[in-house]
């Protein structure tokens, strides 16, 4: 079945690090691919998608590339700050019908 | 862009009474509503999808007489923990879809139920 595979957590940086978070997926068809992170206490908000292979999604300095021979969507920044510190989970949603399925979440602590 | 929302954010209430969650799509018409619940720590587990004018379809393992939904309008569905125990005490997330399967979620700011 469908399915997202996560990089566990938790992950420790500090400031201006680079991060890069794992995502692979297994899918039939042609699946949407996303990131979402949810800040402590809140609810997901989407940090970037894409849509079809080779598409990058980016956003607050965040990217991700559908690499479809790979199945993956890792998510990577240059240089991240104490404000990223959240939980980022990874997901996809199928061509097929109206679900979206869920990676387990990887929790980020960026550290001064 | 579209915002979906949740009310209410905080409710503790005790053992043995219901508790009933809100969820709004306040500027887009959903047929089709999610409900999660979050365990401390541990990612989103799908609880049921909730359909505008039909019965909830729910997840496997999710008791559907403990777990009432409701979605009487393209607007508005509703939770209600029935007879709430100290178990049932966690974070749920409600969400709308906007735009097909391309379409994001978006999702409520979740509701933290505590049962004394």
């Known amino acids: 079945g469908d399915s997202v595979t996560q990089m566990e957590g938790p992950v420790t940086l500090s400031e201006e690090a680079f991060l890069t978070i794992n995502c692979t997926y297994t899918a039939t068809g042609y699946p949407s691919l996303f990131w979402y992170v949810q800040y402590p206490g809140e609810g997901l908000q989407l940090l970037l998608k894409a849509t079809k292979a080779d598409d990058k999604g980016s956003n607050k300095g965040f990217e991700a590339t559908y690499r479809k021979e790979t199945t993956s969507f890792h998510l990577e920044k240059g240089s991240v700050q104490v404000s990223d510190s959240a939980v980022y989970f990874c997901a996809l949603s199928t061509n097929t019908g109206n679900q979206f399925y869920f990676g387990t979440g990887t929790s980020l602590t960026v550290i001064p | 862009g579209a915002v979906v929302s949740q009310h209410p954010s905080w409710v503790i209430c005790k053992s043995g009474t219901s508790v009933k969650i809100e969820c709004r799509s306040l500027?887009?018409?959903?047929?089709?509503m999610f409900w999660y619940r979050q365990f401390p720590k541990q990612s989103l587990m799908l609880m049921a999808t909730?359909?505008?004018?039909?019965?909830?379809?729910?997840e496997q393992g999710v008791e559907k007489d403990k777990f009432l939904i409701n979605h009487a309008s393209l607007t508005l569905s509703t939770l209600t923990v029935t007879s709430a125990h100290p178990e049932d005490s966690s974070f749920y997330i409600c969400s709308a879809r906007l735009g097909g399967h391309t379409g994001e979620l978006f999702f409520g700011e979740g509701s933290r139920l505590t049962v004394l």
């Open positions: 909730s359909n505008e004018g039909s019965k909830a379809t729910y």
């Open positions: 500027d887009f018409q959903a047929t089709t």
